[in-house]
């Protein structure tokens, strides 16, 4: 499968992750991240964990996004407390906040939920990552669930092993107030990132995927 070098040219990057709940970036994209600091000579990371209320969720998000990208990235914290599970009654609230991230930065690749995911939060956040950022690359993620909305991705970042591994042991880690649920195991993130990487022919056989709804050349 022929590469395109998406990245070759950004330097230093500026990155921005949008995650409705304290472990949706590092399911959906943390691995592609670390890709990402690894290759670019500078990147600056700003990690936004939206719906953080729940005082042991916020310490679970700061310290996962800390060890996660401590040393590797530049980056900035930002923790906003919506209600979990009811991001549509704060519609205004949210679409605000998210809105003076925009000034904030000039982002050059904005990861987000994708905006088939069933989850209400979920996909809130991707209709507004739409509406505020108007020029900039979009990545979509994908987050495992009950709900069955994996889809079919058009964009691939394939992972070393040493890359899968560590974004799964980081999961089990850094999220114990998440382990009770059925789906939330090592086994659930290491057959996603197998089976993007088969669709890819990772050369290490594993991958995490995303929907690039506009890409130019």
């Known amino acids: 499968m022929l590469p395109m070098q998406l990245f070759g040219s950004l330097h230093p990057l500026k990155v921005l992750c949008l995650g ?10 943390s691995g592609a991240v670390r890709w990402l600091a690894e290759r670019a000579s500078s990147v600056t990371v700003v990690w936004s964990v939206l719906g953080a209320s729940d005082p042991r969720r916020a310490t679970e998000a700061h310290g996962s996004a800390s060890a996660w990208l401590s040393g590797t990235a530049d980056f900035h914290l930002d923790l906003a407390s919506f209600p979990d599970g009811r991001f549509p009654v704060a519609y205004g609230a949210i679409k605000d906040h998210l809105a003076g991230l925009q000034r904030r930065m000039e982002f050059d690749v904005v990861f987000t939920h994708a905006l088939s995911d069933r989850h209400q939060d979920h996909r809130l956040v991707a209709e507004m990552t739409w509406q505020i950022w108007r020029n900039q690359l979009i990545l979509e993620y994908e987050i ?60 290490e056989r594993q991958a995490e995927a995303f929907y690039a709804r506009k890409l130019v050349a």
């Not at 409705?20 to 994209?29: F, K, L, P, R, W």
């Not at 079919?152 to 382990?179: C, G, W």
């Not at 059925?182 to 990132?193: Q, S, Y």
Request: hydrophobic letters at 35%; aromatic letters at 8%.
């Open 144 to 203: 495992p669930k009950f709900d069955g909305d994996l889809g079919q991705p058009n964009l691939y970042v394939a992972l070393s092993d040493r890359i899968a591994e560590a974004k799964v042991t980081h999961l089990m880690q850094h999220f114990s107030s998440q382990r009770s649920r059925d789906w939330f195991d090592a086994d659930t993130f290491r057959a996603l990132m197998r089976l993007r990487g088969i669709e890819c022919r990772a050369p």
């Open 20 to 29: 409705a709940h304290s472990d949706d970036i590092e399911i959906g994209c």
